[in-house]
Structures are given as structure tokens and as C-alpha cells.
């Protein structure tokens, strides 16, 4: 199980024992984590909408990749709330939005 928090945090959970659901990677990301959505195929890799930081792609509870942090020219300039993968031309694709600008944007993420 993922789950993402306002604490900043992308926590991964082992619920085999739901009485006592182990924490197994704890990755700080930096704004309130909104949404995370596994890799299609790489059973290792989320993308995470980390509100007021962009975007993040997170393997083995590393941060591989940001998007949209900062604003950079072609990327988002609002909170990042939105975030799943697309299949493109046999690649799968990051899909992201934005809240207050209310954009979509569809980039290659460096896995």
C-alpha cells in the first residue's frame, strides 16, 4: 500500500499483518504529497504530486526526478494535485496537473 500525507512524506506499507501494518520506505518529497500512482511496469517506480514541489518520480524510496518544482520554462507554475502514467508511442508517459492554472502536461520521466 502507498499513501501520501501533508507531512511532505511518500510512505510505502506492508498490510500483510493488518493489526500492525509495517512502514517499509518513508520519502520525503517536500509540499503535502496529494496523489502517487505506481509505474504501469516498473513495480519499483512512483509519481507523486507533491503540491507545492512539483512533481516527483520515486524509486526504491529515492527521488529520481522533479517536474514542475520551481517552475521551470515549460513546466508548471501551480500546485502539482494531479498525477498518472499514459501509454505513448510503446513509452509510457507521465501525466501531471496543476490546480490554480488548471494545466495538463504529458513529459518523458527518467527512470
Given at each position: 500500500?502507498?499513501?501520501?500525507?501533508?507531512?511532505?512524506?511518500?510512505?510505502?506499507?506492508?498490510?500483510?499483518?493488518?493489526?500492525?501494518?509495517?512502514?517499509?520506505?518513508?520519502?520525503?518529497?517536500?509540499?503535502?504529497?496529494?496523489?502517487?500512482?505506481?509505474?504501469?511496469?516498473?513495480?519499483?517506480?512512483?509519481?507523486?504530486?507533491?503540491m507545492q514541489n512539483g512533481f516527483a518520480v520515486i524509486r526504491d524510496g529515492q527521488?529520481?526526478?522533479?517536474?514542475?518544482?520551481?517552475?521551470?520554462?515549460?513546466?508548471?507554475?501551480?500546485?502539482?494535485?494531479?498525477?498518472?502514467?499514459?501509454?505513448?508511442?510503446?513509452?509510457?508517459?507521465?501525466?501531471?496537473?496543476?490546480?490554480?492554472?488548471?494545466?495538463?502536461?504529458?513529459?518523458?520521466?527518467?527512470?
Open positions: 500500500m502507498r499513501a501520501g500525507s501533508y507531512d511532505e512524506t511518500v510512505r510505502l506499507w506492508d498490510v500483510r499483518n493488518l493489526a500492525a501494518p509495517a512502514c517499509q520506505v518513508e520519502t520525503p518529497c517536500g509540499g503535502g504529497v496529494w496523489r502517487v500512482a505506481w509505474h504501469p511496469q516498473e513495480s519499483r517506480v512512483l509519481l507523486a504530486a507533491c527521488v529520481l526526478q522533479r517536474y514542475g518544482a520551481g517552475a521551470a520554462q515549460g513546466e508548471h507554475g501551480s500546485l502539482g494535485y494531479g498525477a498518472a502514467w499514459c501509454r505513448l508511442s510503446g513509452r509510457f508517459a507521465a501525466v501531471t496537473t496543476s490546480f490554480y492554472d488548471r494545466s495538463l502536461h504529458v513529459w518523458d520521466p527518467q527512470l
